[in-house]
């Protein structure tokens, strides 16, 4: 089954607004994984963020982490028409490479 | 860096048929991965391989078959196509670093079983 749920399944936006959306998951993680599939291509890596961490940016990207509560969001900043895209989170485990996904939330920047 | 190469990029099959989808990367990672996209489910591991000579199975591996000959190539076998099998095929790599690092996923190949 899959470790990742995230929300909201889809998300509508102005450019220039922020956008948020959360990822939940169920077991002990290792690290927990953003990234971005825009239409019809693969997924493309965005950010990493450890367990001992609880907060990382890049760019017009922030990221948290509550392992207690076992989340994470990701924040994008400044929307441009660019960001539209699905988003999907990963999870890490301890001992292994495997990553588990969620089914991601299509978000959609409106010029 | 071509990074992470997948061929075809669609594929149409009969029910029963096999074949092959090819991977390849060139950055010299020990760990490879296939997944299937279904619409609204995300991601689902297929297959995985720690390295050359090394496969092990993911959370949905029936029908389909891996081998881990070489660093660079991971190719995946359906061994008699069914529509259930419909769906997009990512194959990724990565480092395998055992605290987490970033994986590099291929365009993806669509196959549509009839």
């Known amino acids: 089954s899959q470790q990742g749920e995230e929300d909201p399944q889809a998300l509508s936006i102005q450019e220039g607004e922020n956008a948020t959306m959360n990822c939940s998951y169920k077991?002990?993680?290792?690290?927990l994984q953003w990234y971005r599939q825009n239409s019809g291509r693969g997924l493309v890596h965005l950010i990493l963020?450890?367990?001992?961490?609880r907060e990382k940016h890049s760019g017009r990207l922030r990221v948290t982490l509550d392992t207690s509560k076992k989340s994470s969001s990701l924040l994008i900043t400044a929307s441009r028409a660019a960001d539209t895209a699905s988003y999907f989170c990963?999870?890490?485990?301890?001992?292994?490479?495997?990553?588990?996904f969620g089914a991601g939330t299509t978000v959609t920047v409106r010029a | 860096n071509a990074g992470v190469t997948q061929t075809p990029k669609f594929q149409v099959l009969k029910t029963g048929q096999s074949m092959t989808l090819q991977c390849a990367q060139d950055?010299?990672?020990?760990?490879m991965s296939w997944y299937r996209q279904d619409p609204g489910m995300g991601l689902r591991l297929i297959h995985y391989?720690?390295?050359?000579?090394?496969?092990d199975q993911g959370e949905v591996p029936n029908g389909y078959n891996v081998s881990r000959s070489t660093t660079e190539d991971f190719p995946l076998r359906l061994l008699s196509a069914a529509p259930s099998q419909t769906s997009v095929y990512f194959c990724?790599?990565?480092?395998?670093?055992?605290?987490?690092?970033?994986?590099?996923f291929g365009q993806g190949t669509r196959l549509t079983v009839v």
């Open positions: 990724a790599s990565s480092y395998g670093q055992d605290d987490g690092t970033e994986a590099f």
């Open positions: 391989s720690v390295g050359a000579g090394i496969t």
């Open positions: 950055m010299n990672h020990e760990y």
């Open positions: 077991t002990s993680i290792n690290n």
């Open positions: 990963a999870t890490g485990g301890s001992n292994d490479y495997k990553l588990s």
């Open positions: 963020i450890r367990s001992n961490e």
